[in-house]
Structure formats: C-alpha cells, structure tokens
C-alpha cells in the first residue's frame, strides 16, 4: 500500500497563477485534511472532507478551494496563487475524526515568486 | 489559535539520554495525539491517549495526560540519533471533527 499520496512533491509559481495539488490515499480512509506548514507556526488546517462529496473549511480557508468527487482524492486549488501561500503543504486521511490516527503524505513544497 | 503548545522549543541531548516534551492545551478534549516527523518528510503517528486515560506506553515511549491541568507529557527514553525528528502533539477537541497541532518541539540527540 501506498498509503497517501502527494503530487507533485514541488512546484515554484508566479504570483497570480493557478494550480492544483493532489492528493491520493488507498486506505479507504472517509476523513481527508489539507494543512500548511510555515516555520515557527505547526500545521495549520486549511480544508477537510468528512467524505466523498464533501468539504468543510478549516483554521486558515482563505485562497484556497478543494474538491472530493472521489472517496480516495482530495484536490487543493489556488486560483491566483500569492506569495503568502508560499508553504509545505500537507494532505492527510483518516478513519474517522479526531479519534483516530492521522496518516500523512511526504509534502509539497510550493514557492511563490 | 493553536490549542496545543508545546514545551521546550527545542531539546538537545546526548544519545542514551531521556528526552522529556510537554504538551499543554485549552479547552476539554476526547484524545491527545503524538506525532514525529523527520526532516522533509510527513507526520507520523506515535501514540494516542484518550482523555480517560492516565498513562500509555509504546516501546520506549511513554505518554502521559492530566486533565485536570491540561497537559501532557512524552517521554523518550535511551534515546538514540535516530530519535532526531520535531515531535507535534495534537488534540481532538470535544465536538470537533478534526485535530489542531501545536508548533512543535525540535529533538537533536547527538551521538
């Protein structure tokens, strides 16, 4: 098994592009999360899934939207991408919420020129 | 707002040495995670402790929680360079549906 699964692992973009970021899990996993990562400020939460069809916002929402037509996706966009969304950003499923354990993906380190 | 925080920053330590972090939160919780992560990797889980819960073991982990001051505790002991990782705890907070983390504590065991 894979377990989660981040595509691509980096990418520099230039203010006012857009892009996607996937993520993949085969655990059969209902809960997905998408977090940012800044030094100095842990994991913030920026979107989650509670299952396919659905999204939720999370602590840091804004710039971002997210889409889940399917149970083992979990797609990130940035429509027009800002150097204050310059970050690692991880995805992570889970059986249920907070109950359960988290499993992670290795990260995408995005830059924002 | 972040509900857990950890405590030291940061630790350095000399290989067989115990390493000692704490967590401490806010609000009324279900469960406390701990997690490890490796430099350019992802979270890893470690161990879970459910509020009702006092103390919790893992090989050479050693968790604990106190509710009543709101806090908990990792202890890693015979430490080894492989240890070497940030260690994040997290909370579940009564009625939500997702976990929030603390900034971390930055582990250096040095051989």
């Known amino acids: 098994n894979a377990g989660v699964t981040q595509t691509p692992k980096f990418r520099v973009l230039k203010t006012g592009q857009s892009m996607t970021l996937l993520c993949a899990q085969d655990m059969n996993h209902e809960y997905m999360y998408w977090y940012r990562q800044d030094p100095g400020m842990g994991l913030r939460l920026i979107h989650y899934s509670v299952g396919e069809g659905t999204t939720a916002k999370g602590e840091v929402p804004d710039g971002y939207n997210v889409s889940r037509l399917k149970k083992q996706n979990f797609l990130l966009g940035l429509e027009s991408a800002a150097p204050s969304q310059t970050s690692v950003y991880f995805c992570a499923s889970s059986w249920d919420s907070g109950n359960q354990p988290q499993h992670f993906g290795d990260g995408t380190r995005l830059s924002i020129l | 707002s972040q509900q857990g925080e950890e405590d030291p920053q940061a630790l350095s330590i000399q290989e067989g040495e115990n390493a000692t972090m704490n967590c401490s939160y806010k609000?009324?919780?279900?469960?406390l995670q701990w997690y490890r992560q490796n430099s350019g990797r992802g979270l890893v889980h470690l161990i879970l402790i459910r509020s009702n819960e006092r103390e919790k073991h893992s090989g050479r982990l050693r968790v604990t929680l106190d509710t009543s001051k709101k806090s908990s505790s990792l202890l890693i002991t015979a430490s080894r360079a492989a240890d070497t990782a940030s260690y994040f705890c997290a909370t579940d907070k009564q009625g939500a549906q997702k976990l929030v983390f603390g900034q971390g504590t930055r582990l250096t065991i040095n051989p």
């Open positions: 609000t009324s919780i279900n469960n």
